[in-house]
C-alpha cells in the first residue's frame, strides 16, 4: 500500500487561479466604476465651484449656515452671516457647500 498522494499534471489548478485573478479584476474595475470615479467627478465639480466664488455671493457653508461673502483670498474667504453687518468670520473656501451667484456677477 503507497500512502504517498499521487501528483496529477491535469492543469485545472492553474486554471482556477486565472478565473480567480479574472473574478478579482472585475470585482476591482466596478468598484473603480461605481465609487472611486464618481467621486473624483464631484470633487473636480466642487473645485470649480469654488474658482468661481466672488464677492457678494450668497453661500452656504458646511455648517448650514448662509451668508454672503465680504472678501476672497488665495484658500480663505470671509463671509457675513445675518443682517448683523459686524458678523463677518474668516473660514476656509472648502467649507463652502453651494454657491449662488449675486446678481450682476453671472459669469
Not at 470585482?27 to 465639480?45: D, G, H, S, T
Not at 469654488?50 to 470671509?78: A, K, Q
Amino acid at each position: 500500500m503507497n500512502l504517498l498522494p499521487v501528483l496529477t499534471t491535469s492543469g485545472s489548478g492553474a486554471m482556477s487561479i486565472g478565473i480567480m485573478i479574472l473574478y478579482v479584476g472585475g470585482i476591482m474595475a466596478l468598484f473603480y466604476f461605481f465609487l472611486v470615479r464618481p467621486q473624483k467627478k464631484q470633487e473636480k465639480a466642487h473645485q470649480a465651484l469654488l474658482t468661481t466664488i466672488r464677492p457678494g455671493d450668497s453661500v452656504l457653508t458646511s455648517s448650514g449656515f448662509y451668508g454672503v461673502v465680504i472678501d476672497v483670498n488665495d484658500d480663505v474667504v470671509i463671509v457675513e452671516f445675518g443682517s448683523n453687518k459686524n458678523c463677518r468670520i474668516p473660514m476656509k473656501k472648502d467649507s463652502i457647500l453651494e454657491v449662488e451667484k449675486a446678481e450682476g456677477t453671472e459669469e
